[in-house]
T-cell receptor, first 114, second 110 residues
Framework: SAVISQKPSRDICQRGTSLTIQCQVD?????MFWYRQQPGQSLTLIAT?????????ESGFVIDKFPISRPNLTFSTLTVSNMSPEDSSIYLC???????????FGSGTQLSVL | QKEVEQNSGPLSVPEGAIASLNCTYS??????FFWYRQYSGKSPELIMS????GDKEDGRFTAQLNKASQYVSLLIRDSQPSDSATYLC??????????FGGGTRLMVKP
């Protein structure tokens, strides 16, 4: 299975600021994704991180709020911009391997916005 | 209607019993299905994948798939308190995106 390193693991941020979350995979993967998981809820897909081009966002998520980069096959960042308390959540990076369709997750970033 | 449905639970079983977790999906084109286990405060961990009708066993876990009924299940034999977690069912949809159910919380009582 792919090993996915995600950082920071947690952060407490002030309203109106931005936080960038980094995700590094130890092997080449086909696709990378960013999910959000609010307390007591299941996973919601934010976007697919595309290498060298703009991310593909799901309904309800926009690039200005959640800019995503993927400069190469194994690295991606998600920025949560102009944060509000409603952005308090766990943000998860995930990746799908070339060899199969299995999706693996990073350890997550627990974000609290005051 | 949600694409992948699960009973939120909690499902409570005594230690040593069989825990049965169920999931239904709406997209008939889905071909691949996965079960994830998520401990509180942790990220989801892949425990089973299944692609064909029937049963697939891995240790104490058995995944079952019935495409005609659009039904996936996970059986955990000899349940242990360490199995207490939320179990997420996931299916690839027609757009080749993985869709997650809401999860079932399992509690195994000593």
């Amino acid at each position: 299975s792919a090993v996915i390193s995600q950082k920071p693991s947690r952060d407490i941020c002030q309203r109106g600021t931005s936080l960038t979350i980094q995700c590094q995979v130890d092997s080449q993967v086909t696709m990378m994704f960013w999910y959000r998981q609010q307390p007591g809820q299941s996973l919601t897909l934010i976007a697919t991180a595309n290498q060298g081009s703009e991310a593909t966002y799901e309904s309800g998520f926009v690039i200005d709020k959640f800019p995503i980069s993927r400069p190469n096959l194994t690295f991606s960042t998600l920025t949560v911009s102009n944060m509000s308390p409603e952005d308090s959540s766990i943000y998860l990076c995930s990746a799908r391997q070339y060899t199969n369709e299995k999706l693996f997750f990073g350890s997550g970033t627990q974000l609290s916005v005051l | 209607q949600k694409e992948v449905e699960q009973n939120s639970g909690p499902l409570s079983v005594p230690e040593g019993a069989i825990a049965s977790l169920n999931c239904t999906y709406s997209d008939r084109g889905s071909q691949s299905f996965f079960w994830y286990r998520q401990y509180s405060g942790k990220s989801p961990e892949l425990i089973m994948s299944i692609y064909s009708n029937g049963d697939k066993e891995d240790g104490r876990f058995t995944a079952q798939l019935n495409k005609a009924s659009q039904y996936v299940s996970l059986l955990i034999r000899d349940s242990q308190p360490s199995d207490s977690a939320t179990y997420l069912c996931a299916a690839f949809n027609a757009g080749n995106m993985l869709t997650f159910g809401g999860g079932t919380r399992l509690m195994v009582k000593p």
